[in-house]
């Protein structure tokens, strides 16, 4: 029993010390910042989508617009992202989700830039959880205007990937959101509202558009809402509700995922004059994911 046990945590430290072997590779890319995709995203959010004139600042987050991912159709994996390897490090686990995000703001990104992106991959963990085996892969992401040699944006993106769910697993943990919200907007993510997102960031997950893949193969009760999409309609709220705001610090955390059952709330409070508090609460009232934005 020992002796297995050894073998196990054997291949388990050198299937770690191979997937390290990504930390520090980078990967760049360039665009154009386009009115298209930003009027597209302000139909999606029920806003105008009138097409922006040149120099209209991007919000917060709607960077992710560009840069897509523009792998071929031959190299799509089972779960609609790319084949494993390449830039991202293999790893041998089936589910991927985006963990969380943090951001500094340095200027605008605006219609008409001409951008780059450098991105460095700068850790890979491997843990043990509730649910199994976890990898976590931290990337960090700069985005530089033409000729600035200041980066725009910083953006560090976690990603934890999963074991295969089992019967009788343990559920995600669980914590009550905060019902003292002094902003609140209902949000009915319905088939559509995931698909048009899916199709303006080129995100061909299937956990987000396929019914019988999300729950016979991924084991979800449904089609699970985009991180990034609960991000932005937070940062979207804050909009609304502050539209002279000029953030320049964003993280978020998801906590729980959320499915296209049922409605959720967008939730917001400032908490003193420089610091909101975003949080998204699901329909019996679990925190779905907790945010903080800064302001200048």
């Given at each position: 029993m020992n002796a297995g046990g050894n073998a196990e945590g054997s291949?388990?430290?050198?299937?770690?010390?191979?997937l390290r072997q990504w930390i520090g590779k980078t990967e760049s890319a360039s665009d154009v910042i386009t009115a298209t995709p930003y009027a597209a995203l302000a139909a999606?959010?029920?806003?105008?989508a009138a097409r922006p004139a040149t120099g209209t600042p991007l919000p917060p987050l709607w960077h992710w617009l560009y840069f897509l991912p523009l792998y071929c159709q031959s190299d799509v994996g089972?779960?609609?992202?790319?084949?494993r390897g390449g830039f991202l490090p293999p790893v041998p686990l089936p589910r991927r989700m985006w963990a969380g995000s943090q951001f500094e703001f340095s200027r605008a990104l605006c219609i008409g830039d001409i951008v780059t992106r450098r991105?460095?991959?700068v850790d890979v963990t491997e843990k043990r959880g509730r649910s199994g085996a976890l990898v976590f892969v931290k990337v960090r992401h700069e985005i530089?205007?033409?000729a600035e040699p200041v980066p725009a944006l910083i953006e560090f993106h976690d990603l934890v990937y999963r074991d295969a769910p089992t019967a009788g697993g343990s559920a995600p943990p669980s914590t009550i959101a905060s019902t003292t919200s002094l902003w609140e907007r209902t949000i009915s993510?319905?088939?559509v509202l995931l698909f048009r997102y899916s199709a303006l960031t080129f995100n061909g997950h299937r956990i987000h558009y396929d019914r019988s893949y999300v729950t016979e193969v991924e084991g979800y009760p449904g089609l699970v809402v985009h991180g990034p999409l609960i991000a932005t309609l937070l940062l979207d709220l804050l909009r609304r509700e502050m539209p002279a705001a000029d953030v320049t610090r964003f993280q978020f955390r998801?906590?729980?995922?959320?499915?296209?059952?049922?409605?959720?709330?967008?939730?917001?409070?400032?908490?003193d004059g420089k610091t909101v508090q975003l949080w998204a609460r699901d329909h019996e009232g679990w925190l779905a994911m907790d945010a903080?934005?800064?302001l200048r």
């Amino acid at each position: 029993m020992n002796a297995g046990g050894n073998a196990e945590g054997s291949a388990t430290e050198s299937r770690t010390a191979d997937l390290r072997q990504w930390i520090g590779k980078t990967e760049s890319a360039s665009d154009v910042i386009t009115a298209t995709p930003y009027a597209a995203l302000a139909a999606t959010l029920d806003r105008p989508a009138a097409r922006p004139a040149t120099g209209t600042p991007l919000p917060p987050l709607w960077h992710w617009l560009y840069f897509l991912p523009l792998y071929c159709q031959s190299d799509v994996g089972p779960d609609g992202h790319a084949e494993r390897g390449g830039f991202l490090p293999p790893v041998p686990l089936p589910r991927r989700m985006w963990a969380g995000s943090q951001f500094e703001f340095s200027r605008a990104l605006c219609i008409g830039d001409i951008v780059t992106r450098r991105s460095t991959i700068v850790d890979v963990t491997e843990k043990r959880g509730r649910s199994g085996a976890l990898v976590f892969v931290k990337v960090r992401h700069e985005i530089r205007r033409a000729a600035e040699p200041v980066p725009a944006l910083i953006e560090f993106h976690d990603l934890v990937y999963r074991d295969a769910p089992t019967a009788g697993g343990s559920a995600p943990p669980s914590t009550i959101a905060s019902t003292t919200s002094l902003w609140e907007r209902t949000i009915s993510p319905d088939p559509v509202l995931l698909f048009r997102y899916s199709a303006l960031t080129f995100n061909g997950h299937r956990i987000h558009y396929d019914r019988s893949y999300v729950t016979e193969v991924e084991g979800y009760p449904g089609l699970v809402v985009h991180g990034p999409l609960i991000a932005t309609l937070l940062l979207d709220l804050l909009r609304r509700e502050m539209p002279a705001a000029d953030v320049t610090r964003f993280q978020f955390r998801a906590i729980r995922p959320l499915f296209d059952l049922d409605s959720f709330s967008v939730c917001g409070s400032p908490s003193d004059g420089k610091t909101v508090q975003l949080w998204a609460r699901d329909h019996e009232g679990w925190l779905a994911m907790d945010a903080t934005a800064v302001l200048r």
